[in-house]
């Protein structure tokens, strides 16, 4: 077949293709319904994802790519379920203000943050909030934390070291304590105590926080002498300086902390130090998890979508038996009329992606309105959406169409 007769072929089957959407609504509007949804779940949930690694791409950034993390625990998937047996880091001991405050004098770091987070209950005139999250962090934890605050300031070292009662408040409180009016300089009460907030504090969406949840942020001394927050299970952020490599940082802060707790050689560290490429594997598998999800959803949609085409098609070469006589009498081969059948089947199923195209970029719009996330459709997102409902027409309409092109002319003609 010439290449003059195959593009007439597409643009025959495209109208063809249209032509029966109009003769056969019901049956056309489940097999685009089929592909959209398809279509629609990979979209959304690639948009929703591609806004959350862009804040972690931001969050990761304001740390710098040499910051690495100490904890009790080890940041990773795990089976514990509160037993010595399945968890036997529980036994590690705590991390302390003392292992802080002498990691810090290292002269290969250049900041170390510590933090410990717990939930409490916030009231502001006759609202009140329980269960709200609250982080107690040292100075300088912007730095590594990322994001910002406005309007107001952050709290100072003096007011750390004075465990002053101070708060920082994020704009989901602000909207449920203070109906959306300026917080700074009002007085509020976390478990019965007077705070006066200093700021608001917008922070990076991430998977891990989408910033859609009340959070307040006090400072690391408030928190254990004003509040009794345990500190036992306190995480710490340790920050290099420029000129010293990750490594370098790591091997110091590990030989300080075997030193400090009397570790032998052979005898395993009774912490863990994650730096930021384990943490993004972390978030790797768990992303990988929606994924999945979305593989399989849309798999579903699009299995539902193929089933539709074959019928559909069926019936289209049913009813058109004596038009493919006439066409193969008039000399059309079995390829022009398997081109035309499977162009026809395909333009179905096109015609389905762009509406799950449509209705998932009307989905990305109003989570980037609605959210601190900013989803994104991918181009390839959009480009492997339009070529895998392309194929899937020409995959399920494959029968239908080898069986236009195997009809006998003759017998094509006598059909009724």
């Known amino acids: 077949m010439s290449v003059g007769s195959r593009v007439y072929g597409l643009f025959e089957g495209v109208r063809i293709a249209f032509d029966a959407i109009r003769a056969n609504k019901v049956r056309a509007a489940l097999t685009i319904l089929g592909i959209a949804v398809g279509v629609f779940v990979v979209t959304a949930m690639s948009a929703a994802v591609h806004g959350i690694n862009a804040g972690v791409e931001k969050s990761m950034a304001a740390a710098g790519p040499t910051t690495f993390f100490l904890t009790r625990w080890p940041m990773q998937l795990n089976t514990c379920n509160g037993s010595a047996d399945s968890c036997p880091w ?3 001991r705590p991390l302390t203000m003392e292992l802080a405050h002498r990691i810090a004098e ?22 009140e909030l329980p ?11 912007i730095a590594v934390n990322g994001g910002d605050i406005a309007p107001g300031r952050d709290f100072t070292a003096t007011e750390n070291e004075a465990a002053a009662r101070v708060v920082l408040v994020n704009d ?12 700074v300089g009002k007085d509020v009460r976390i478990n019965g105590q007077a705070f006066r907030v200093v700021g608001v504090f917008h922070p990076i969406a991430t998977a891990f926080d989408a910033g859609d949840k009340g959070r307040a942020i006090v400072p690391f001394e408030t928190a254990r002498r004003r509040l009794n927050v345990g500190v036992a299970w306190m995480d710490v952020t340790v920050k290099p300086r420029a000129d010293v490599s990750q490594a370098t940082a790591m091997d110091d802060v590990v030989t300080l902390l075997r030193g400090m707790r009397h570790l032998r050689p052979g005898v395993e560290n009774d912490f863990f130090m994650t730096t930021q490429e384990k943490v993004m594997e972390l978030y790797d598998r768990i ?15 699009l299995i539902v979508g193929g089933v539709g085409v074959v019928a559909i098609m069926m019936i289209s070469v049913t009813e058109r038996t004596r038009e493919i006589g006439v066409r193969k009498a008039l000399g059309a081969t079995r390829a022009t009329i398997l081109w035309q059948f499977l162009v026809e089947a395909a333009t179905l199923t096109t015609i389905g992606a762009v509406a799950g195209l449509i209705v998932g970029g009307l989905l990305t719009v109003a989570i980037r309105k609605l959210t601190p996330i900013e989803a994104a459709i991918p181009p390839l997102a959009i480009v492997a959406a339009l070529a895998t409902s392309a194929f899937t027409g020409v995959l399920f309409g494959l029968l239908p169409a080898a069986r236009a092109a195997r009809l006998d002319p003759v017998e094509a003609l006598r059909y009724e």
């Open 90 to 92: 529980r036994r590690n």
């Open 287 to 301: 992303v990988g998890v929606f994924f999945l999800v979305m593989l399989v959803l849309s798999a579903v949609g």
């Open 131 to 141: 269960g709200v999250q609250l982080d107690a962090f040292t100075p300088g934890w």
């Open 106 to 127: 290292l002269p290969s770091i250049r900041g170390v943050t510590a933090h410990v987070n717990t939930s409490a209950a916030i009231r502001y005139a006759d609202r």
């Open 172 to 183: 989901k409180l602000v909207e449920r304590l203070f109906a959306g009016s300026d917080p």
